[in-house]
């Protein structure tokens, strides 16, 4: 079976760069009709879908964060990142990374995820 398990710091400043990564075991990031997607879930609040980089290695990001989001990939090390710049408090999360089949947003395993805190 798919395990994800993201890693990254806990803390970032704001203005900077969110940087974080999914490591994938049991499966493939090529596998076909694969997508690896990243959500968040801000306090109180419900999942939000940012992106996902498909099997092929092409992408599609939510309209509402698609200026400052980027998903690539390292097929060698079958791994995926988001990255999320310019964030702000309101950016402060916990953050999955997600496997799914057949489509951008289609997801039915995630990881255990992590917490990201956005203050000085």
């Known amino acids: 079976q798919v395990q994800l398990q993201e890693s990254g710091p806990g803390l970032v400043k704001p203005s900077q760069t969110l940087s974080l990564t999914c490591t994938v075991s049991?499966?493939?990031?090529?596998?076909?009709?694969?997508?690896w997607s990243w959500i968040r879930q801000p306090p109180g609040k419900g999942l939000e879908w940012m992106g996902a980089?498909?099997?092929?290695?092409?992408?599609l990001y939510s309209p509402s964060l698609k200026s400052r989001t980027s998903i690539s990939r390292d097929t060698s090390k079958n791994q995926f990142t988001l990255q999320l710049s310019s964030v702000t408090p309101e950016d402060t999360a916990v953050y999955y990374c997600?496997?799914?089949?057949?489509?951008?947003?289609?997801?039915?395993?995630r990881g255990q995820g992590t917490q990201v805190t956005v203050s000085s």
């Open positions: 997600a496997s799914g089949v057949g489509g951008y947003r289609n997801y039915d395993r």
């Open positions: 980089i498909s099997y092929s290695g092409s992408t």
């Open positions: 049991g499966g493939s990031i090529t596998t076909n009709y694969y997508y």
